[in-house]
């Protein structure tokens, strides 16, 4: 049998539409209080006084927690920032400095939301305010070289630009984008003792409970992490931030369980976001197509506190066959909450820029952008010198261009037309690494003949639950609907942070080593039984088809799973699995690809843009699950005509204050924003990545979407709009 690769219905997907799926807002404990966080209004400076008194006599308020009554933390908390990953300087009210507009600067308990909401509404706080820092333009005049793999350098770019027949140099930018899932940031902490158990809407639970515990000063193991769903997550929620230990805190400090959930106006600026870029790109190439030199210099910002980079020069140093190219990052410290992962980091920001510059440097030759792609696709990782360890690119061109129609595209802008609209066309390369990890699980066979299945891994939507339910029924020989897989709690073995496009790449290969221990372990219980009609048989010979165990050479010969099981007591069989990536990483460049293709519809007019149609082709390995591969890959592609068109953090330079921090004004896709799309995955054999040739999808949809629309409306209007998002005022005169 073969579970996998069937596009199953998603195992929790009743659990969801029924409401029995708890998220972490919906857990409750006895004597729960709730907690609302105060946070700055300035953006920087520190905080002089805040009068306690008058909120403290409200009704229901138990708890006013400042910097002036805090608790004492080991390091002043600052122990948390040194996991990686998982940590965040955070604001934990251990001193009165103000770094940035919307930072947490106290936390009012009280018995109900609407109290605690109404007291820290009322809290009065005095201020010292300093100069901030807020403008890019003005500060980028101060940059400084990243602590990370910032440049690169191959061959010769000045050399590369003599004599090319065509020269791109052009700056491109995006802007600051923030994090808005359907569930915010919340967290209900409760002490017992010095043990601590978190509900935290979280990515990685078992890095909240490192930062966590680094925090307080514990040992991990007296921090328990629960997160059984996520709703939703995108890179804001990889990481530790400040309103997570201060629940702690406050629980700690109350001896009660208390529940924080971050308010819809405090997801801008203390849980991160994309921070905005401007990049420099120059592309030179011979008549033919042929790259002759690549340079790409990222400027972004981050926030005086910590460093975070925006890494979106990356993918140019990898993806076209270039013998020339020049990268660099540079940092622009803004008086800002820290950015952090959002939606393919990098790649995302990086991929327009780049596939922009492509589309003017294909018109400037007079050359087709799907070949002048194909001119310079690489065969190798010309950045690594290494082979790919499976690439369909050209497939992923080939097969999208077809159904797109490209080869009814008039080159020539403005020269389409439908139903009295501009219509364009156009098309980028999308590509994300493959990443994994080390990552653990569990699978218990139990007397009833189920299995039993864990892993710390988390789901944030993505169908984690229901992919590996299938990796475990097709290596134990069970049908789906007999096995139980379990996630989100650090009780169970260890997994990886669920970013990264990593989960199914890191976790599968540990569910199949333990699924296919455990079949082994009861084929052999089995045949040494002599009440089994199987006593005696070969261990090769016996088998377990759809929760039979039976021989290969005589399938009559059979008992049901649970037959050796309850002869010997009714003792599960249990079997555990570690596994993490080898030196194939020293052997191969390890990558997903994809092709994108979008057509727009323009009012010459008004200048309306409204997205018709997207098709998109990718590589990705092979697919546990088409159904939730095809719900990830549509979900990047929304997020990209979002980005596109939508999306942007307007940060006010008076006050460093979000000035639309509210879902009525941040402007996010909604479904009459969305025309028809059209998603196909090529079959790819990847053999080096892992035991189940999978890769991670989760990111790859949102790379190119931006560029593609933006070379799209080029062909519509032919007005080039080098500056995300695009809006209607950018193309009228």
């Keep these: 049998m073969s579970a996998t690769g069937t596009p199953l219905d998603r195992v929790d997907g009743i659990a969801k539409v029924t409401g029995r799926a708890r998220y972490t807002a919906d857990h409750t404990l006895p004597g729960l209080v709730h907690a609302i966080m105060v946070t700055s209004t300035i953006a920087r400076g520190e905080v002089v006084a805040i009068d306690t008194a008058a909120c403290e006599r409200m009704p229901g308020v138990r708890l006013v927690l400042t910097p002036f009554n805090a608790p004492h933390l080991p390091r002043g908390g600052k122990a948390a920032a040194d996991i990686p990953t998982a940590g965040h300087v955070m604001s934990l009210l251990q001193d009165t400095a103000i770094h940035y507009n919307n930072q947490p600067i106290a936390v009012v308990v ?157 997801m801008f600026g203390p849980v991160g976001g994309r921070p905005l870029t401007e990049q420099h790109v120059i592309a030179a190439a011979a008549p033919d197509g042929e790259l002759h030199a690549l340079r790409h210099d990222v400027t972004t910002c981050t926030s005086r506190i910590e460093e975070w980079l925006e890494s979106a020069a990356l993918l140019t140093r990898r993806l076209y066959a270039c013998p020339n190219v020049q990268t660099r990052h540079r940092l622009v410290e803004l008086d800002i909450g820290t950015p952090t992962f959002m939606r393919a980091p990098g790649e995302a920001p990086g991929s327009f820029a780049l596939e922009c510059a492509l589309d003017e440097l294909a018109e400037r030759l007079g050359l087709d952008p799907v070949a002048l792609r194909l001119r310079n696709h690489a065969d190798v990782d010309p950045d690594k010198q290494l082979p790919f360890s499976s690439k369909s690119l050209r497939e992923c061109y080939r097969d999208a261009a077809e159904r797109f129609g490209w080869a009814r595209r008039d080159p020539a802008p403005r020269s389409m037309h439908a139903d009295g609209k501009l219509v364009g066309m156009g098309m980028a390369t999308a590509t994300y690494p493959t990443y994994r990890s080390p990552a653990s699980a569990t699978v218990r066979l139990l007397p009833d003949g189920t299995a039993l299945v864990r892993s710390g891994s988390q789901d944030l939507g993505t169908g984690t639950y229901t992919v590996m339910t299938q990796v475990a029924a097709e290596a134990l020989g069970l049908p789906p609907a007999r096995v139980r897989f379990e996630l989100g709690d650090t009780a169970f073995p260890e997994a990886p942070v669920s970013g990264g496009s990593q989960s199914v790449a890191s976790v599968a290969p540990a569910v199949q080593q333990a699924a296919a221990a455990a079949r082994l372990r009861l084929i052999r219980q089995a045949v040494a039984d002599t009440a089994s009609p199987l006593a005696g048989a070969p261990v090769e010979d016996v088998e377990i088809v759809d929760g039979w165990l039976q021989r290969r050479s005589d399938p009559a010969q ?134 189940l040739g999978t890769k991670g999808i989760g990111e790859i949809g949102i790379v190119g979407v931006a560029a593609a629309i933006a070379n799209a409306v080029y062909h519509a209007t032919g007005r080039r709009v080098r500056d995300l998002p695009i809006t209607l005022d950018q193309l009228l005169d």
């Design 558 to 691: 059979r008992e049901a799973i649970s037959a050796p099981i309850q002869r010997a007591g009714g003792h599960a069989i249990e079997a555990r699995a570690s596994t993490r990536p080898g030196k194939e990483r020293q052997a191969y460049s390890m990558h997903a690809f994809g092709a994108v293709f979008a057509e727009v519809r323009v009012d010459p007019k008004l200048g309306e843009i409204r997205v018709h149609r997207v098709v998109a082709t990718y590589g990705a390995g092979r697919l546990l699950n088409r159904k939730t591969a095809h719900s990830q890959l549509m979900g990047g592609i929304v997020w990209g005509i979002g980005m596109a068109l939508h999306e942007k953090t307007e940060l006010d330079l008076a006050t460093g204050r979000v000035a639309n921090a509210n879902l009525a004004e941040y402007h996010v896709p909604v479904n009459a924003d969305i025309g028809a799309i059209e998603i196909a995955v090529v079959d790819e054999d990847d053999p080096h990545i892992n035991a």
């Design 110 to 266: 009280a018995d109900t939301l609407e109290q605690a909401r109404d007291a820290a509404r009322c809290l009065p706080v005095r201020y010292r305010p300093a100069d901030a820092v807020l403008d890019f333009a003005r500060a980028r005049a101060r940059t400084r070289k990243p602590d990370d793999d910032a440049d690169s350098r191959r061959g010769d770019p000045d050399a590369g630009l003599r004599g090319a027949a065509a020269v791109i140099d052009a700056v491109y930018t995006t802007p600051m984008e923030s994090h808005n899932p359907m569930e915010p940031h919340a967290t209900l902490a409760a002490w017992d003792g010095d043990q601590l158990t978190l509900y935290d809407a979280t990515q990685y639970v078992t890095g909240v409970r490192k930062a966590v515990a680094a925090a307080f000063g514990l040992a991990a193991d007296k921090v328990r992490v629960i997160c059984p769903y996520v709703g939703g997550g995108f890179g804001c929620k990889g990481s530790v931030w400040s309103h997570v230990v201060l629940a702690a805190m406050a629980a700690r400090q109350l001896s009660r369980p208390v529940r924080l959930v971050v308010e819809r106006t405090q």
